[in-house]
T-cell receptor
Framework: ETGVTQTPRHLVMGMTNKKSLKCEQH?????MYWYKQSAKKPLELMFV???????ENNSVPSRFSPECPNSSHLFLHLHTLQPEDSALYLC??????????????FGPGTRLTVL | AQKITQTQPGMFVQEKEAVTLDCTYD???????LFWYKQPSSGEMIFLIY??????QNATEGRYSLNFQKARKSANLVISASQLGDSAMYFC??????????????FGTGTKLQVIP
């Protein structure tokens, strides 16, 4: 596999369910990101990890819980979500956080629907 | 104030014609980078092209070129010889403070391009 992969691609869950989104990057990058993309809104940065350490939490509700066990894997654990959390969740990676262009490479996203 | 503004919610272009997607940005930082991404209906954001604020020449990548006008703070994407596969959402983005520590990337609201056969 190459680039950034995300599973599952589609997820439907009830408000009381617990589920997890998975992201894996095969680019040898050190920084990873979670974004939320809602209709007609700019991409919203949720979390940033650099060398497995969380460097940014963009005021995300605690019902979203990220986990980064190593530089190649990033998870987003979901519990007691609300219908307004329905969106496309995109994972991205970049070489690192500071210096250079900081070009981010994205995965295909997980389309989440909360019933 | 919006840091990235894309004023065209939707655009149509005839196949094989060129099209320009507009992007204006707002920053007081002298060191920044500008990106364009393509997002097909499948969802993946595909990196297309990058322009640094200190780059002397406009960036080009195949059929993509970036018309960078620094004084006007605009970074328009030009797609030459449009193809049906170019139909997608296109996002302009900016990262400030390239010479400093981490600065997050700000995205615009996107332009939906439809290529007509």
């Amino acid at each position: 596999e190459t680039g950034v992969t995300q599973t599952p691609r589609h997820l439907v869950m009830g408000m009381t369910n617990k589920k997890s989104l998975k992201c894996e990057q095969h680019l040898g990058h050190n920084a990873m990101y979670w974004y939320k993309q809602s209709a007609k809104k700019p991409l919203e940065l949720m979390f940033v990890y650099n060398f497995k350490e969380q460097t940014e939490n963009n005021s995300v509700p605690s019902r979203f819980s990220p986990e980064c066990p190593n530089s190649s894997h990033l998870f987003l654990h979901l519990h007691t979500l609300q219908p307004e959390d329905s969106a496309l969740y995109l994972c991205a990676s970049s070489q690192d956080l500071a210096g250079g262009r900081g070009t981010q490479y994205f995965g295909p996203g997980t389309r989440l629907t909360v019933l | 104030a919006q840091k990235i503004t894309q004023t065209q919610p939707g655009m149509f272009v005839q196949e094989k014609e060129a099209v320009t997607l507009d992007c204006t940005y707002d920053t007081s930082d002298p060191s920044y980078g500008l990106f364009w991404y393509k997002q097909p209906s499948s969802g993946e954001m595909i990196f297309l092209i990058y322009q640094g604020s200190y780059d002397q020449q406009n960036a080009t990548e195949g059929r993509y070129s970036l018309n960078f006008q620094k004084a006007r703070k605009s970074a328009n994407l030009v797609i030459s010889a449009s193809q049906l596969g170019d139909s997608a959402m296109y996002f302009c983005a900016m990262r400030e403070g390239l010479t400093g520590g981490y600065q997050k990337v700000t995205f615009g609201t996107g332009t939906k391009l439809q290529v007509i056969p």
